[in-house]
């Protein structure tokens, strides 16, 4: 058995529309690492949002666990969709997009409207910018190639 290593997804012998949607991917990634990260380094932006006054350090350390967790969600569907360019498993990064989508952003934005006080458009819309490259990737990785 021949061991499996990482290629280049940006190898220019690949079509074009696999390198438009590994470029999309990459910048999914890096918005959504990018979030993770600020959910760890301003845990009580979860508070600020959502209007909860932080009066105990029961409060602060629901933050801080809310945050963990929120990291997690947004930071592991790009790692996996990473991997899976590494790999060349352009349709399985597609259908990531797909799920991160639907799991992550669709329930975010859900959440904010639910939850959020006062939550107007604008809170809601501003997850879109999370959206875009991924709508972009999976289509890219997910539409049909001609056959040659």
């Known amino acids: 058995m021949e061991p499996t290593y990482f290629k280049n997804p940006l190898d220019k ?3 074009k529309h696999i390198r438009i949607g590994v470029w999309a ?5 890096v918005m959504l690492i990018g979030i993770g990260i600020f959910w760890v380094v301003h845990p009580a932006a979860a508070e600020g949002s959502f209007s909860i006054v932080p009066d ?13 967790f929120k990291t997690v969600g947004d930071v592991l569907p ?12 352009f349709r399985l990064a597609g259908l990531f997009h797909v ?8 329930v975010d934005m859900i959440t ?9 458009p604008q809170h809601i819309l501003m ?3 999370f959206a875009v490259p991924m709508i ?13």
């Open 56 to 68: 105990t350090e029961a409060a602060l350390s629901y933050a801080k666990i809310t945050a963990i």
């Open 127 to 129: 997850h879109t910018p």
């Open 136 to 148: 972009i990737a999976a289509y890219c990785f997910l539409k049909s190639s001609p056959k040659n």
């Open 25 to 29: 991917s990459i910048v999914s990634a």
């Open 112 to 120: 904010w409207a639910s939850f959020v006080p006062d939550a107007g």
């Open 13 to 15: 012998s690949l079509p």
């Open 78 to 89: 790009p790692v996996f969709i990473l991997l899976a360019l590494g790999f060349y498993q």
């Open 99 to 106: 799920v991160t989508l639907l799991l992550v952003i669709v």
